[in-house]
Structure formats: structure tokens, C-alpha cells
């Protein structure tokens, strides 16, 4: 095993960049800083099995760009057997940030439920942050009480968290909720309105959420099946009525890298506090997708795919 580093000149096409050349995967690609060129270079040298593909404006010529390629080879010829799931992960949230232009002024509120999916969304945008990226403004927000829709973990277990990372986390109340037509499409609205409301009170108008992929695939199922329409999960969506924009960098995640990562660093948690969610129509669906998925091995990615490239994008009209 040995380590290639390779300079060669590229140009965008349809938002692209074209290398004159052939690499396996591509699995991550975002700007990178002077400082997160040197850490990967120390990565790699440290023979860390990492595979990534990165580019820059090349100030010599417009539209042109430089390409640089940071290639372990091996004698394998499946690349992502050889990472971490950290790194798969990490590649996949990259790439969704630079995609969909999700990173504008850094200035980032992350909804913490406490679960698996927003405390790794938590554990990456600190990871990212300066690396590849400008240096992020963070800020958690976590809805305890009726509206907490998420495991059953105490406020100090996401301070801690929160701490070691250096983010702020505030605690919203929701205690005083009326719980007597508890049901996942009203409380989830009525936690969002909670989060909108002190975010924008700390000056904070961007909320990431800890949206996957596998949940954009079952709203893409659920509006096709109840509406006839074809909508999932959209990457970005300004919320006009609320002057916030709603963000979800994981959605080209899926879960089951999210539950071995959380698995991994120690905040997995099986017991989940909501009454109705075991029961829920999303959960359903879920079961759904693993009943197709035993005969359509491939049905969650082209599912998201599709509902990516051909989705509807009325949410995003006013």
C-alpha cells in the first residue's frame, strides 16, 4: 500500500469538475485550507486507508481548477472497504455541504433531539468546522418535555457533549404543551416553531437537521402513496413564514452507517420517550423499504437519487 498525490488541471462542466483522468470513487470533494491540505497529508502518511478528491480555483486561468487527488491504492478493488465509517460518513456529509451549497456565513443552529442522527450531525459540523470549510458559529438547541422526540437521555448527558465540543446548547421547555391530541406531523411542527423561535431570538436563521437518507426516502414514499406526489426530503428549504433556512447536511447518509458510527463513539441509545412513535406511519414505511430492499438490494440509494433528480421543489415556492 502506498500513497499517491497527484496535481492535474480539471474544469466544471454542469457543475462538475471533469478530471482527465479515471479515479475509482469519488467519495468527498470541498475546498480545502492551506491547514486541512497539511492534516490530510499527515493522514495519509500515517498509512490511515482514506480516499478523497479535492479542488480549488486555479488563479492562472478562469474556470480552470486545480485537482488534487489523495489516493491509498491497494491491491482491493472495493475502495470503501478499506475506511472507517467515520470516514465514509464524513465524505458523504462533505459532499452534501459543497453540493447543495448548504454553508453560506458559518453561522449554523443544530437541532439536538438527543438521538443517534443529530448528535452525529453534532459530532460533524464540529469535525468540519475550519477544515475544508470556513470556521462554523455554532449553537445547539434542544426541545425537553412533551415536544422532545428523541431517546430518553438527561439534559446533562448533552451538556457534556455540547462542553467537550466547545458549542452552547440551549434547553427549550415544552413541559406546559398540551399532550391530549399528541401525534408526529403536529408535535413535530410544534417543536420546529419552538427552535425557529430561539434561534432567530440568539440570531441564528440557518437550523441544520438531522435528516438521513433513509428518511428522505420515506417521505418520498409517504407523499407518493398519500398525495400522489413525488417529493422527499429537500437538502435546503428557506421557511418563509419563519425567516429560517432548514439544512440537512446527512441526507446523503444512510442510516445504518449512522447507527454503527454512533455505536462506535458511545451515544447510541434504544430507548425512545415518544408514546406514538413505535406505532408511527413512518415507522411503517420503514419496514416497508427493508421488505423491497430483499429483493431491490440498491433501493434506498435510487430512491433518494431519484427523489433528488426528479423530486418536487413546491416547498420550496412560497
Not at 500513497?3 to 467519495?27: H, K, Y
Not at 486555479?58 to 472497504?81: A, E, M, R
Amino acid at each position: 500500500m502506498f500513497v499517491a498525490v497527484i496535481t492535474l488541471p480539471a474544469r466544471l462542466l454542469g457543475g462538475c469538475a471533469i478530471p482527465s483522468f479515471d479515479i475509482p470513487e469519488i467519495l468527498c470533494w470541498s475546498p480545502p485550507t492551506p491547514s486541512f491540505m497539511t492534516e490530510m497529508v499527515l493522514e495519509l502518511s500515517l498509512g490511515l486507508p482514506q480516499h478523497f478528491l479535492y479542488f480549488f480555483p486555479d488563479p492562472h486561468g478562469q474556470g480552470s481548477f486545480l485537482l488534487i487527488s489523495f489516493v491509498i491504492i491497494n491491491s482491493q478493488k472495493d475502495y470503501t472497504t478499506t475506511m472507517s465509517t467515520k470516514s465514509i460518513i464524513e465524505s458523504s456529509f462533505r459532499k452534501a455541504l459543497y453540493n447543495f451549497d448548504l454553508i453560506e456565513d458559518g453561522k449554523i443552529a443544530i437541532a439536538l433531539s438527543g438521538g443517534k442522527d443529530s448528535l452525529t450531525l453534532l459530532y460533524l459540523l464540529h469535525a468540519v468546522s475550519g477544515r475544508g470549510f470556513p470556521k462554523f458559529d455554532l449553537h445547539a438547541f434542544h426541545v425537553q418535555g412533551t415536544f422532545s422526540c428523541g431517546p430518553a437521555i438527561t439534559s446533562n448527558f448533552l451538556q457534556k457533549m455540547c462542553d467537550d465540543m466547545g458549542v452552547p446548547l440551549t434547553l427549550i421547555d415544552s413541559s406546559l404543551a398540551d399532550i391530549s391530541k399528541l401525534e408526529c406531523y403536529s408535535c413535530s411542527r410544534q417543536r420546529r416553531t419552538l427552535l425557529f423561535k430561539h434561534a432567530k431570538e440568539l440570531g441564528y436563521t440557518k437550523i441544520a437537521f438531522g435528516h438521513h437518507l433513509d428518511d428522505s426516502v420515506q417521505t418520498l414514499l409517504m407523499n407518493l402513496f398519500h398525495k400522489g406526489e413525488f417529493a422527499a426530503n429537500l437538502p435546503k428549504i428557506h421557511m418563509h413564514d419563519y425567516g429560517i433556512t432548514i439544512i440537512r447536511p446527512l441526507l446523503l447518509v444512510k442510516e445504518s452507517l449512522i447507527l454503527s458510527f454512533a455505536q462506535d463513539q458511545g451515544f447510541f441509545r434504544m430507548t425512545c420517550q415518544c408514546p406514538v412513535g413505535q406505532n408511527s406511519m413512518r415507522k411503517k414505511v420503514k419496514e416497508l423499504v427493508n421488505q423491497i430492499e430483499e429483493l431491490f438490494p440498491h433501493v434506498r440509494t435510487n430512491l433518494s437519487h431519484a427523489g433528488q433528480t426528479y423530486g418536487s421543489d413546491k416547498a420550496l415556492k412560497k
